[in-house]
């Protein structure tokens, strides 16, 4: 970490787009940032020149199950730590690692791991807490789930594995229509643990009342989801209509088709989006596959740096549009806004630099460049 003055290139805030800016970076904060007109470079400070190039914030990746040949199921924190290095590669700054449905033993195992990640220094984007993707599914939307881990929500379960990582469970994705889900969303919302309805049955009705009792996201909208029905709408209906549910998109083009893509931009906005890479342990390796499940991939093989080019293939959206669903929104959701997520004095100094093609060419976490062409050491 250093004291830096990042000039000549544009800059996404992510709610602003300046053509020449200037972002000056003290450690690991964000001293200044604006447009080089009005933003003087202090006395010390080392000019880094970034000519044709865009600054933007760095990635949140709220669902991500591994990737670079590493899984967050494996249970270690090495594990982890080669995940967040990997994931850094391709702008992703901050992430919660995703479990599936697994035993409370397995789960237990997990969560130490993350605990004791953060006890350790590791190079590479940083591992925020842990995604519950179950197992608190719908046994017929359990996806590449083994049914038999499947189980209805506990409270008490979600407690202990709290305590055991000190903290680290973020985001719970749970299928509202079963036994103890609506209360079990109740008490997560008190604790500030974020509640997702995903891999559900659930009715349109019913989803209405999980929306006021703390479900304020969609897990991989579309996927592992009843199917939109004009008398039926369900949790896809509320999902698509109401604004108070931000919706998550796998934007591969594989689990979600172009048009589909479009009309989700259409109907929710920058503001109600999320772009999350549901990545598994083969991305990034050589010949990588993906399991199968009745024909339909099982995870992704994307990274946060091809979904915002898929998007913006897919959809008229600008800029500051998708940076801001890869940025800004995952943060609102997990309540760290205040911290990461925009380019703005006193906010973490996680961000990418990115060519006019969108291909990430440095990434910086808290002040120190993980990764890129670009070195400022």
């Not at 602003?16 to 200037?22: K, R």
């Not at 003087?40 to 199950?65: C, M, N, Y």
């Not at 993350?114 to 590479?124: E, F, H, V």
């Not at 590449?144 to 055991?164: K, V, W, Y």
Request: net charge negative; charged share 15%; hydrophobic share 40%.
């Amino acid at each position: 970490m250093g004291q830096y003055a990042l000039t000549k290139a544009a800059m996404v805030t992510p709610f602003n787009l300046i053509e020449d800016a200037v972002v000056i970076v003290d450690g690991d904060k964000i001293l200044a940032a604006g447009p080089a007109i009005t933003t003087a470079i202090p006395s010390g400070f080392r000019e880094v020149p970034l000519e044709g190039l865009l600054i933007a914030p760095g990635f949140i990746d709220q669902h991500l199950h591994g990737g670079g040949g590493h899984d967050v199921m494996t249970g270690t924190a090495e594990c982890l730590a080669e995940i967040a290095k990997f994931h850094a590669t391709h702008g992703t700054t901050a992430f919660l690692a995703t479990t599936v449905s697994a035993s409370p033993e397995h789960l237990i195992k997990i969560a130490g791991a993350y605990a004791s990640l953060n006890n350790t220094p590791y190079k590479g984007a940083r591992c925020l807490g842990l995604h519950l993707e179950g197992p608190y599914l719908s046994s017929k939307y359990a996806g590449a789930t083994d049914t038999g881990l499947l189980r209805n929500p506990s409270f008490g379960e979600i407690q202990s594995l709290q305590r055991i990582s000190n903290s680290g469970i973020r985001l719970v994705t749970m299928a509202p229509e079963l036994d103890g889900a609506i209360a079990v969303a109740q008490s997560l919302t008190k604790s500030g643990i974020a509640c997702a309805i995903g891999h559900s049955d659930a009715d349109y009705e019913l989803t209405v009342k999980a929306i006021n009792t703390g479900f304020g996201s969609v897990t991989h909208c579309f996927n592992q989801l009843h199917p939109l029905d004009h008398q039926e709408p369900g949790a896809m209906g509320a999902a698509l209509t109401r604004p108070e549910l931000v919706v998550e998109l796998i934007a591969d083009g594989i689990h979600i088709h172009r048009s589909i893509l479009d009309l989700v931009w259409r109907l929710k906005g920058a503001d109600g989006i999320i772009l999350v890479s549901d990545a598994m342990m083969p991305v990034g390796m050589p010949q990588s596959a993906l399991p199968v499940n009745g024909g339909k991939p099982a995870g992704s093989s994307l990274t946060l740096e091809s979904a915002i080019r898929k998007m913006m293939e897919s959809t008229d959206c600008g800029l500051t549009d998708v940076f801001r669903m890869v940025t800004y929104n995952p943060a609102r959701l997990l309540g760290i806004n205040k911290h990461k997520g925009s380019l703005y004095p006193g906010k973490d100094a996680d961000l990418v630099v990115l060519t006019t093609d969108l291909e990430v060419v440095m990434t910086m976490v808290e002040g120190e460049v993980i990764s890129g062409l670009i070195r400022l050491d």
